[in-house]
């Protein structure tokens, strides 16, 4: 019994990383109607430029992650002058693929100016196993992955406030339904995308901290976005508690299939048992468990 319990919480930790990633794509979806392919890539972005702050220029952790949030609000700036504001009112597939060149020059200009080597990411979060968990229960957690979860449930906290109590956060979820009424009732769309973008930058950065702080800053840190699409998928692309949920029933579900369905069909379940799951469910619920039900009237 212990080990299935800690098979369901090491799942729960997992799955609240992936949540971390699948959040920044809710900011934006539910903000812009904008599937952003480039949000993985912004949190290796983000990472890079946190440590290459720190290991070129000296800077102490407070100061590299200040400056780190600092470029990345820039970053949302210059995204939405040079990319965004030619693209209001264009098709999404239009937007999705804007998106899917970002990504590419963001890679691209991460690797010229850091470096593509593997960097050690060390901000003094706890590593190893909590002390705690195995004294008490005999159950091996890791802190990093209980300090993403406390993470995480501040940052769905803020972000649930921000955008159903705030005139900004109301003005965020006009946009997203209709650009031209927006515009038509005096809601400037450049600075909502600014603001969206920035606070979408900074959750990347979260992201990239935990993935980081876990394996190391590489360039494959970019594909964990492709862990985040099925999280999306059950959660919904428009909650974000729907994005911890989802990435918490994504988490648990592989491990336990991957301990106890494995060994019968010969390993390697976690690959490929998000996107299965994700399936079945855009069959019987595509707006996902907390999506809004899309109503189309022609």
Same mark, same amino acid.
């Given at each position: 019994? &212990?080990?299935?319990?800690?098979?369901?919480?090491s799942?729960?930790?997992?799955?609240?990383?992936?949540?971390?990633?699948?959040?920044?794509?809710?900011?934006?979806?539910?903000?812009?109607?904008?599937f952003?392919?480039?949000?993985?890539?912004?949190?290796?972005? %983000?990472?890079?430029?946190?440590?290459?702050?720190?290991?070129k220029?000296?800077?102490?952790?407070?100061?590299?992650?200040?400056g780190?949030?600092?470029?990345?609000?820039?970053? %949302?700036?210059? &995204?939405?002058?040079?990319?965004?504001? #030619?693209?209001?009112?264009?098709?999404?597939?239009? /937007?999705?693929?804007?998106?899917?060149g970002?990504?590419?020059? /963001?890679?691209?200009? !991460?690797?010229?100016? $850091?470096?593509?080597?593997?960097?050690?990411l060390?901000?003094?979060?706890?590593?190893g196993?909590?002390d705690?968990m195995?004294?008490?229960?005999d159950?091996?957690?890791?802190?990093?992955?209980?300090?993403?979860?406390?993470?995480?449930?501040?940052?769905?906290t803020?972000?649930?406030?921000?955008?159903?109590?705030?005139s900004?956060?109301? +003005? =965020?979820?006009?946009?997203?339904?209709?650009?031209?009424?927006?515009?038509?009732?005096?809601i400037?769309? #450049?600075?909502?995308?600014?603001?969206? $973008?920035?606070?979408?930058?900074i959750?990347?950065?979260?992201?990239?901290?935990?993935?980081?702080?876990?394996?190391?800053?590489?360039?494959?840190?970019? =594909?964990?976005? /492709?862990? +985040?699409?099925?999280?999306?998928?059950?959660g919904?692309f428009?909650?974000?508690?729907g %994005?911890?949920?989802?990435?918490?029933?994504?988490?648990?579900g592989?491990k336990?299939?991957?301990?106890?369905? !494995?060994?019968?069909?010969?390993? %390697?379940i976690?690959?490929w048992?998000?996107?299965?799951?994700?399936l079945a469910?855009?069959?019987f619920?595509?707006?996902? /468990?907390?999506?809004?039900?899309?109503?189309?009237r022609v």
């Open positions: 019994m &212990i080990f299935f319990i800690e098979v369901v919480l799942g729960l930790m997992a799955g609240v990383m992936y949540s971390l990633v699948a959040l920044g794509f809710v900011l934006i979806f539910k903000a812009s109607g904008i952003n392919f480039a949000q993985g890539v912004m949190a290796l972005f %983000a990472a890079l430029t946190l440590v290459g702050f720190m290991e220029f000296g800077m102490p952790v407070w100061l590299a992650i200040a780190t949030i600092v470029v990345m609000i820039a970053l %949302a700036w210059v &995204i939405e002058r040079a990319m965004l504001r #030619h693209l209001i009112n264009q098709e999404p597939i239009i /937007l999705f693929m804007a998106t899917i970002l990504a590419y020059v /963001l890679e691209g200009l !991460g690797d010229i100016l $850091w470096g593509s080597d593997v960097k050690l060390d901000l003094g979060i706890p590593q196993a909590s705690w195995l004294d008490n229960f159950i091996y957690i890791e802190k990093l992955e209980i300090f993403a979860a406390a993470t995480a449930a501040i940052m769905v803020i972000l649930a406030i921000f955008f159903q109590k705030t900004t956060g109301r +003005a =965020l979820r006009a946009v997203a339904d209709d650009h031209q009424a927006a515009l038509s009732v005096g400037s769309l #450049h600075t909502i995308w600014v603001i969206v $973008w920035s606070v979408s930058g959750v990347a950065l979260v992201a990239g901290i935990m993935w980081g702080s876990k394996s190391g800053v590489q360039f494959s840190l970019s =594909l964990i976005a /492709l862990k +985040a699409l099925p999280v999306l998928i059950l919904g428009t909650s974000v508690p %994005a911890i949920i989802g990435g918490m029933i994504i988490g648990v592989e336990v299939a991957e301990v106890y369905l !494995g060994p019968f069909v010969g390993g %390697a976690e690959n048992f998000a996107y299965m799951l994700a469910f855009l069959l619920r595509p707006q996902g /468990l907390f999506g809004e039900k899309i109503i189309e």
